[in-house]
């Protein structure tokens, strides 16, 4: 099983990216696939996260209303749409897998781990 994470960069302030996580190994239909994200000296934080198997989403109360995860399982791929970037959403992004009926809120329970992808977002 391998996840590959995408699509980081250098924005500016109110800018957008979309992070892709695409998958291989994997039955997305059978796992939830979140994103993490960690800043230095910081604790890695789940920010969103989507369940293969009913398409059931979560966001984090500090990216809701700006992120939007999505799904296409005939690419094996998730995607994480962000918009409106604050210098705060600065950080290392992982998107990693977990079994649909996992506890999706430990990141100590997840099974599998993308590399990470930077986003900073500086003016």
């Known amino acids: 099983v391998q996840l590959q994470a995408s699509g980081g960069g250098l924005v500016q302030p109110g800018g957008s990216l979309r992070l892709s996580c695409t998958t291989s190994g994997l039955t997305l239909d059978d796992n939830i696939i979140s994103w993490f994200r960690q800043a230095p000296d910081k604790e890695r934080e789940r920010v969103s996260g989507i369940s293969g198997t009913d398409g059931t989403t979560y966001y984090a109360d500090s990216v809701k209303g700006r992120f939007t995860i999505s799904i296409d399982n005939a690419k094996n791929t998730v995607y994480l749409q962000m918009n409106s970037l604050k210098p705060e959403d600065t950080a290392v992004y992982y998107c990693?897998?977990?079994?649909?009926?996992?506890?999706?809120?430990?990141?100590?329970?997840?099974?599998?781990w993308g590399q990470g992808t930077q986003v900073t977002v500086s003016s």
């Open positions: 990693a897998a977990i079994e649909s009926d996992g506890d999706d809120e430990d990141p100590l329970e997840y099974d599998y």
